[in-house]
């Protein structure tokens, strides 16, 4: 380490959403601040995960909207081309549009933005290789570590060395291929098989669970699975990948049951995997998991002293929305609060056609509790707002106290999901009862109206 030391009031090692939003704000107030980022400047998100995907996932709606024209009253043809440079321009176009903005606020906000690799030496203290060529050394009085996670590649024989794809790699498709196989049942892998399958891929999807989902409500989860069948995936589940090979372009994969699938592309959708092998942690004295996680306390302190980690890398929940409570956990916390990511209420939504949203606990958690419940439940079908654009599919169900009629929580299937989702939200932070959504006066036709219909079963028990 020959550079000279660079002292900053703050440094943040990865530019995530907790990263990013923290440099920007002290810098803002005058502090000294450092951020390296290594390339994907904006973070996860916006360049590889939430906002490409849902950039497409929006295409795949126009689809499924344009197939059922003809029940809306429009006149289209029965074969809904899709064009796959004019997808790939649409979402690079949104993805560039959001890089450029946050780069520009970086800038604007006063903070020496360092574009390069990042290795810690010492506390508080990383060499970086610049992206452009060179050293700098940089320590904070504080220092946040926020590097996220990458796609998960398992141990399959074959997987590897067969050149798969992963969540990241898939949006720089230049061809539709005519058929894919998805390995995984969670939310990126059930995303990418029902948009797939919108396109025209012939999509099956195969996972070691018994079910889709398996973090869900299973009866939603069922819900789902027959949802995304009807999309056109098949599903194989109970079944494990014993080998992958390829030949050309094409690939063979060999399943637990005997089955032998052929495929022109293969997806690995198997989780993620936190980005801190190569980091140096133990230098700093920071300690990390044995899943590789930096490990945090919960206030997001390290064991090292002045040392803080934020986002997917310190094993919160992988979600931008999280990230962004953590940043504000470690503005409260650097100020010399005590915030902490205790008994957070922290919602989810998984965008397929449809949405599927989740706040709180399933009926199955709520009763492992011991907690006496009520459920109620809506079919999508119900609402009037569904029924008039002739998008029915899907099922509400909520989880209701019988003993104080608080919500411990629901899971929404169906359009507007993921919007409807955050009203139940705040009924559950402001302690209200049940019946406060059942009588709220909610505007008609909306999807949110739904409420009124899904709490007021509760009262027909």
């Known amino acids: 380490m020959n550079a000279r030391v660079e002292d900053f009031d703050l440094l943040v090692v990865g530019g995530g959403k907790a990263g990013k939003t923290l440099a920007m704000d002290h810098a803002r107030s005058g502090r000294r601040v450092a951020m390296v980022e290594r390339a994907m400047i904006g973070g996860t998100c916006i360049n590889v995960a939430c906002i490409p995907t849902k950039a497409l996932v929006t295409s795949a709606r126009a689809v499924r909207t344009l197939e059922r024209g003809r029940s809306l009253g429009l006149v289209v043809d029965d074969d809904v081309p899709v064009d796959v440079d004019l997808l790939r321009q649409h979402k690079t176009g949104v993805v560039d549009g959001m890089v450029a903005a946050n780069l520009q606020q970086f800038l604007g906000s006063g903070m020496d933005f360092v574009l390069g690799e990042a290795l810690f030496v010492a506390e508080r203290t990383v ?163 044995a899943e590789g996680f930096v490990a945090v306390d919960e206030y997001l302190a390290t064991t090292a002293p002045n040392t803080w980690a934020a986002g997917d890398v310190a094993g919160s929940p992988q979600f931008t929305h999280a990230s962004l409570d953590d940043y504000r956990i470690l503005k409260t916390n650097l100020a010399g609060g005590r915030r902490s990511t205790r008994d957070r209420l922290i919602p989810r939504t998984t965008f397929l056609s449809f949405d599927l949203a989740h706040v709180g606990l399933t009926e199955e958690e709520a009763r492992a509790a011991g907690r006496q419940v009520r459920i109620a439940r809506l079919p999508v079908a119900a609402i009037p707002r569904a029924r008039a654009g002739r998008d029915t599919g899907g099922l509400w169900k909520a989880v209701v106290d019988a003993g104080t009629d608080r919500i411990l929580g629901a899971t929404l299937l169906g359009d507007s999901a993921g919007e409807t989702i955050t009203t139940i939200q705040l009924a559950m932070l402001a302690d209200l009862p049940y019946t406060s959504l059942r009588d709220m006066i909610i505007t008609h036709p909306t999807m949110t109206e739904g409420l009124n219909l899904l709490f007021a079963t509760l009262s027909e028990d």
């Open 127 to 289: 060499e970086v290789a610049l992206a452009d060529g060179g050293t700098r050394v940089l320590r904070g009085a504080e220092t946040v570590v926020n590097t996220g996670t990458r796609p998960r590649v398992p141990d399959i024989p074959g997987l590897a060395e067969a050149g798969v794809l992963t969540s990241e790699t898939l949006l720089e498709l230049q061809t539709l291929p005519a058929r894919m196989t998805i390995i995984g049942a969670g939310p990126i892998g059930l995303e990418f098989a029902d948009m797939f399958a919108a396109f025209g891929t012939e999509v099956t999807l195969v996972a070691p669970a018994q079910r889709v989902l398996p973090r869900e409500d299973p009866e939603m989860a069922r819900a789902v699975h027959g949802m995304l069948q009807a999309g056109g995936v098949t599903l194989l589940l109970g079944r494990e990948v014993r080998s992958v090979s390829r030949d050309g372009g094409e690939f063979t994969l060999r399943l637990s049951d005997g089955t032998v699938l052929t495929s022109d592309a293969v997806l690995v959708a198997a989780g993620r995997t936190p980005v801190t092998e190569d980091l140096g942690l133990d230098r700093a004295g920071v300690a990390t998991t």
